[in-house]
């Protein structure tokens, strides 16, 4: 398990939670608080030459992706999701072991000293940190990350709902409103982790019952045809991306 892989993994999805219910293309605003904000939380690290390459990577994906959102007519889900899996890749590259630049020793007195006074800090060992930070990794992918896969492939297959106030909307396209469309991506994410920890627990007759009370809840609803495919398409993605990050995540943590 490669920590630094993951701190910096992690931090990038933390940068990126500003995405959730957010339909709008990223501000410059935004844009400029998530990288100043990574950039400073990979001081952790040491300033190896790879260390200004990873620097550089933020600097040019981050804008980058502003850039395309506000020009490029393609979905917003699509480049958010491509821009994650671009920024994996060159982070798996830059900390390989013969490229990696470790964590800054210097560092390591002032975490000490600060477990003697705080027990959050007191509690995150060496055994644990590792897990720790392999379980963040999952939640993060599924909070987030994850959505913007789903939502883009049902654009993709012309299955996502337009909103209602939307002008024009052919009389075959499903509708929903902003309220509800928002309930739903919530009800998606806590559905995600739910079966995320059932699966790290072996527990996976529980997720039958997370499907049944979402069947349950939108029972009426399902009379809809186009509906109840969105439903069905979308709910099934989401179990199947929620255990593939589970067993990724089991596999991390041996």
């Not at 959505?147 to 396209?173: C, M, V």
């Not at 994410?189 to 349950?216: N, S, Y």
């Amino acid at each position: 398990m490669n920590m630094e892989f993951l701190y910096a993994a992690n931090l990038l999805m933390l940068g990126r939670l500003f995405f959730i219910m957010q339909d709008a293309p990223i501000s410059l605003k935004r844009m400029i608080i998530a990288t100043v904000t990574q950039v400073f939380a990979l001081m952790a690290l040491n300033l190896t030459p790879v260390w200004f390459v990873l620097i550089a990577s933020l600097a040019i994906i981050n804008p980058a992706l502003y850039l395309l959102e506000k020009r490029c007519p393609c979905s917003s889900d699509g480049l958010r999701f491509s821009a994650l899996l671009l920024s994996l890749l060159i982070f798996s590259i830059l900390f390989s072991p013969p490229l990696t630049p470790g964590f800054n020793a210097n560092l390591t007195p002032i975490a000490q000293q600060m477990s003697q006074y705080t027990l959050l800090f007191s509690s995150l060992d060496s055994v644990k940190l590792p897990h720790g930070m392999a379980i963040l990794f999952g939640l993060l992918l599924l909070a987030n990350e994850v959505n913007h896969l789903i939502r883009y492939l049902l654009g993709l297959f012309k299955l996502a709902p337009q909103e209602e106030s939307k002008k024009n909307n052919p009389a075959d396209t499903l509708t929903l409103n902003r309220q509800e469309y928002n309930a739903g991506r919530l009800i998606g994410i806590l559905e995600r982790i739910l079966i995320f920890f059932f699966v790290l627990a072996d527990q996976f007759t529980a997720i039958a019952f997370i499907i049944a009370a979402k069947g349950f809840a939108r029972f009426k609803e399902l009379d809809q045809r186009q509906f109840a495919e969105y439903v069905l398409i979308g709910t099934l993605m989401s179990v199947v991306l929620a255990i593939i990050s589970a067993s990724l995540v089991k596999q991390l943590l041996g």
